[in-house]
């Protein structure tokens, strides 16, 4: 340690003089010293190169923070004081390596900068080898978009079940992100499945095709889950209430013709042409629901027929469906074909056959909830 006695003097002595380019010589001299021995140094002496470093750097120029946060950053045994100085430096050329390559800054210190720090510096935690919960909560709720995605694809990172609600609710309206999130391997089912409803449709293809295995199970669950939901939506909705009790006096009266349905339907009035289908259909409203909100029209197309209503009236619930997106000519001039080669007979059938297995489903969780199953 004589070397080191001698640096230290010499240090002592910068201070002194005020000279901030003998400073900066210094700290050059005493981080070689410091790099070359790291691993060999004791606790004490670690110690003491912090207490160094800490007096050096309070008035030296960036670029030789820069530098020193290159060399400190990938050592294992670091000066914990001068790593967290460096971290929390408003310079992101400082903070960066520290931030993304150091083991001797604390998970306790990683929070604190990620909630205070700008996102530059929230970028660059996202990037390192491995992030606990704590962290990540802190980076999917306060970090924007890019540091979010980062995040994300760190195959290091763990997510908390707050953190993954979090990420769904941001997925929603950003196909990118939907389909980085859902590609974690360890993301819970629940949440994936989530991602799945509200997923679009060209993502909910790519995250399908990444698991082929439960390609079937996977659309299986989805329609449940997006059924319950929907379920409970529509039994909660003032609407659908309103628009049950308008329906049920019309059919009840004789007066639920084609017409009114084609009218509901150019207006906009989605729970009204719901109702009306499921009364015609007799048929739960959610599984009509279910039928005009799928991507693919086949489903609406049956129900239609099997209600007996004309192609017109079709063609105003099948854009009343396609919403804003709408429909070219061509597919609604395919749609038209469709409807009819589609025969009323088997439509029919198909309804008869859904409204059985909709009346077998309800039976057996009436049996499960009354303990008979």
Known sequence: MATADALIRELEDALARGSINRQATTLRRITDLFVFGANHFGDDHIVLFDS??????????????VALAKQLATLQKAPPNVVRRLAFDDAIDVAGPILRYSEAIDNASLVENANSKSQQHLLAISQRKSLPETVTDVLVERGNREVALSTVR?????????????????????????????????IPR??????????????????????????????????????????????SSRN????????????????????????????????????ALAVRCDLPISTVERALVQADAGATLIVAKASGLSWPTTKAILLLRAGERGLSPQALEQLSVSYGRLKEATARQVIDFQRQRDRAEIFSKQEKSSGRV
């Open 52 to 65: 160094i470093f800490e007096r050096l750097i309070v008035d030296i120029e960036t670029s030789a923070r």
């Open 154 to 186: 760190n195959k290091g990172a763990r997510f908390s079940e707050a953190g993954y609600v979090r990420l769904v609710k941001r997925a929603e309206d950003d196909d990118e992100m939907a389909e980085t999130v859902g590609s974690r391997e360890e």
């Open 190 to 235: 629940h949440h994936f499945l989530k991602l799945l409803t509200k997923a679009s449709d060209s993502v909910r293809r790519k995250l399908e095709a990444a698991n082929p295995q439960y390609k079937n199970e996977i659309q299986k669950v989805v329609a449940e889950v997006a059924a319950s939901v929907q379920s409970r939506a529509a039994a």
């Open 240 to 275: 659908y209430a309103t628009a049950c009790e308008t329906i049920q006096t019309l059919y009840n009266s004789g007066r639920l013709k084609d017409s009114n349905i084609e009218y509901f339907a150019r207006e906009g009035m989605f729970e009204e042409t719901a109702v």
